[in-house]
């Protein structure tokens, strides 16, 4: 009952938020087309998040937040550090590193967002290049945290960005800005974030966009003389994403479901519906395991994750990382 309860209160919130966005960027979805820089800012950071289709926003409760909804490092009780890295197509590999810290009440992190690629250079066809480059691009940022109460945080993210296309360099800056907010004695999460406002080189619009999800979990009662926090006990996890381009791009819809073993091992499946004329659905898995460390490592957790994003036309990509808390 309590899961069937929050699917429908998933459902009839995303109406809510995503129906007036969606009549008001429609008018304009195709006029933006093409206009805007840094396309690798619009891949999706972490590998968690991915495992679960893309649906994180409301989740938000561990240091890939960073990359999703600033708001969301509230949760980080201590220190948490990330590494990722995601093999794709065309041997374009993207990395993510994020790390959050709690000062009292705020929390601040740092991250780093990049996408890298080795093109070839020939004046015939030969069948050695007469040179390689690299090019790409990454954006650094600062984020800040802060609860307003109990039930309500916000955050922001300033970032500074980079890209290089062989000769040519540009550079922005660029901010994200979010909220979240938890009802039902913490059960749902409901998430809101404005991602990449701002420009490259100085008038190159960015692939601003707002993120929106919901997030139902469960979890059970902790021991009373453990000191473990709640989010460490969830069992159940049903969230949704929406994800609305402002400029270039139609919106996408994400669901994800996330189920943990014995608070140590995880099971996650996802799915992406695009609202693209180009086929974007797709089915995403992803699997998670985290331990305690023992001996002179007894105050540090750590976490490894994979998910696996088949595509037909793309071709499968992985994505491998680990968290650790401390």
Same mark, same amino acid.
């Given at each position: 009952?309590?899961?069937?309860?929050?699917?429908?209160?998933?459902?009839?919130?995303?109406?809510i938020?995503t129906?007036?966005?969606?009549?008001?960027?429609?008018?304009?979805?195709?006029?933006?087309?093409g206009?805007?820089?840094a396309?690798?800012?619009?891949i999706?950071?972490g590998?968690?998040?991915?495992?679960?289709?893309?649906?994180?926003?409301?989740?938000?409760?561990?240091?890939n937040?960073?990359?999703?909804?600033?708001?969301g490092?509230?949760?980080?009780?201590?220190r948490?550090?990330?590494?990722?890295q995601?093999?794709?197509?065309?041997?374009?590999?993207?990395?993510?590193?994020?790390?959050?810290?709690?000062?009292?009440?705020f929390?601040?992190?740092?991250?780093?967002?990049?996408?890298?690629t080795?093109?070839?250079?020939?004046?015939?066809?030969?069948?050695?290049?007469?040179?390689?480059?690299t090019?790409?691009?990454?954006?650094?940022?600062?984020?800040?945290?802060?609860?307003?109460?109990?039930?309500?945080?916000?955050?922001?993210?300033?970032?500074?960005?980079?890209?290089?296309?062989?000769?040519?360099n540009?550079?922005? !800056? +660029? #901010?994200d &800005? $979010?909220?979240?907010?938890?009802?039902? =004695? %913490?059960?749902?999460?409901?998430g809101?974030?404005?991602?990449?406002?701002?420009?490259?080189?100085?008038?190159?619009?960015?692939?601003?966009?707002?993120?929106?999800?919901?997030a139902?979990?469960?979890?059970?009662?902790?021991?009373?003389?453990?000191?473990?926090?709640?989010?460490?006990?969830?069992?159940?996890a049903?969230?949704?994403?929406?994800?609305?381009?402002?400029?270039?791009?139609n919106?996408?819809?994400?669901?994800?479901?996330?189920?943990?073993?014995?608070?140590? !091992? +995880? #099971?996650? &499946? $996802?799915?992406?519906?695009?609202?693209? =004329? %180009?086929?974007?659905?797709?089915?995403?898995?992803?699997?998670?395991?985290?331990?305690?460390?023992?001996?002179?490592?007894?105050?540090?957790?750590?976490q490894?994750?994979?998910?696996?994003?088949?595509?037909?036309?793309?071709?499968?990509?992985?994505?491998?990382?680990?968290?650790?808390?401390?």
């Amino acid at each position: 009952m309590m899961l069937k309860r929050g699917a429908v209160l998933i459902a009839m919130a995303l109406l809510i938020i995503t129906a007036p966005a969606q009549s008001a960027h429609a008018v304009d979805i195709h006029e933006g087309a093409g206009t805007t820089g840094a396309a690798f800012l619009k891949i999706e950071g972490g590998t968690r998040p991915a495992g679960l289709g893309g649906a994180f926003t409301g989740l938000a409760n561990d240091i890939n937040t960073i990359f999703w909804n600033p708001a969301g490092l509230t949760a980080v009780h201590d220190r948490e550090l990330t590494a990722m890295q995601h093999f794709s197509f065309a041997e374009i590999n993207n990395q993510t590193i994020g790390y959050a810290q709690r000062l009292e009440q705020f929390v601040w992190g740092a991250s780093f967002l990049g996408s890298f690629t080795e093109i070839e250079r020939r004046q015939g066809p030969t069948e050695n290049p007469d040179s390689t480059v690299t090019v790409g691009g990454f954006a650094t940022g600062l984020s800040l945290a802060y609860p307003l109460s109990t039930a309500l945080s916000v955050g922001g993210t300033a970032k500074v960005i980079s890209e290089q296309l062989d000769i040519q360099n540009a550079y922005g !800056v +660029a #901010a994200d &800005v $979010g909220v979240i907010l938890h009802l039902l =004695e %913490n059960h749902l999460g409901i998430g809101v974030a404005v991602q990449n406002a701002g420009v490259l080189g100085g008038d190159v619009n960015l692939p601003m966009a707002v993120r929106a999800g919901l997030a139902y979990r469960t979890w059970k009662e902790p021991a009373a003389e453990s000191e473990e926090p709640i989010s460490a006990q969830e069992v159940w996890a049903l969230v949704a994403d929406a994800h609305l381009p402002l400029l270039d791009a139609n919106p996408s819809f994400h669901l994800g479901i996330e189920r943990w073993f014995y608070d140590s !091992v +995880a #099971a996650r &499946v $996802g799915y992406r519906i695009g609202m693209n =004329e %180009n086929p974007s659905d797709g089915l995403s898995l992803g699997l998670g395991v985290r331990r305690s460390g023992e001996d002179m490592l007894a105050n540090i957790d750590f976490q490894f994750d994979y998910a696996f994003v088949p595509d037909v036309y793309l071709g499968n990509a992985h994505r491998v990382s680990f968290i650790t808390r401390f």
